[in-house]
């Protein structure tokens, strides 16, 4: 399988697990920022294990790639919690979308580190993703809670993207576990004195939770998606991520009774299918090359 091909692949397989996060924001009864760090402490460990049985380095090649690692790992720590935060308060269909405005914020951002314009295909595949996404939007109340939950999923979206742009330009030369490992880490150290409930005080259920959401939902996607993005721009890994808010929906519909509109299927469609022609146009210049 050629590299950008097989870097597809790990994107999609990436996309469909991310898909289901977002649910564990309901399921686990815990803070936003508690479930993060135990998350991530999960994925640390199973990522660390799996580096282990490889017999892969863990070491990074200069002192600036340790400050590079940590910058992301507080960038990325910043985003789970307030992923997380925000469906908690706007509920996961909401959230999910909210936090879906970064793959437009990724096309203007990347142009900032890259010093290139962004090219017309994705700045209309953009404004395609943004309206798939405001008709995803099933009735939005205007109460406080509802849109702090928006605002806060923008603020992750933010910071997602950044995370993204930053990892391409100066840490995609790594495997994506051995990133995450560090990622997983940092985000560890800074959360963890803020925890409000103590490991003693978890839940047998939750715990079960946390355990599938770190290693299945968090470790594996998250290192899928972070070797993705060797061959792959942010910007069209951000694009094709737009797959997710359909899967959300769907999940949130089928396990928490989350209603879905017509016009929020109809939202669907055009997210999809921006995601399939950025996959297809990507297979057809690497083709042509």
């Known amino acids: 399988m050629k590299a950008q091909q097989q870097s597809l692949f790990y994107l999609h397989s990436a996309v469909l697990l991310f898909g289901g996060t977002a649910l564990f924001s309901k399921l686990i009864q815990l803070p936003a920022l508690d479930i993060t760090v135990y998350r991530v402490a999960v994925a640390f460990l199973t990522l660390l294990a799996l580096l282990l049985v490889q017999r892969k380095k863990l070491t990074l090649a200069s002192q600036k790639e ?52 962004p090219k017309v295909k994705d700045i209309f595949i953009a404004v395609v993703v943004v309206l798939g996404i405001f008709l995803l939007i099933p009735e939005v109340s205007l109460g406080n809670e509802t849109t702090l939950g928006i605002l806060t999923g923008i603020v992750s979206a933010v910071f997602f993207a950044l995370r993204n742009i930053v990892h391409k330009n100066y840490f995609s030369h790594y495997s994506g576990p051995h990133t995450m490992l560090y990622q997983t880490l940092v985000a560890f150290v800074m959360l963890c004195m ?85 996959t297809w146009s990507i297979s057809k210049e690497k083709t042509k090359s």
């Not at 946390?210 to 951000?238: D, E, K, M, Q």
């Open 66 to 117: 340790y400050a590079v690692a940590i910058l992301l790992g507080v960038v990325v720590g910043i985003h789970w919690v307030t992923y997380f935060a925000s469906m908690q308060m706007a509920g996961v269909t909401i959230g999910i979308i909210s936090f879906f405005t970064y793959p437009v914020i990724t096309v203007f951002l990347e142009p900032l580190f890259s010093k290139q314009k």
């Open 194 to 278: 803020f925890v409000e409930v103590p490991v003693s005080q978890v839940s047998d259920n939750d715990w079960l939770l946390i355990l599938l959401v770190g290693i299945v939902f968090t470790a594996t996607p998250h290192a899928l998606f972070a070797s993705s993005l060797r061959h792959l721009s942010a910007t069209t890994a951000g694009l094709i991520s737009c797959l997710q808010p359909l899967y959300g929906s769907i999940l949130a519909f089928m396990l928490l009774q989350e209603r879905v509109s017509v016009i929020s299927i109809i939202g669907g469609c055009l997210v999809v299918s921006a995601a399939v022609f950025e």
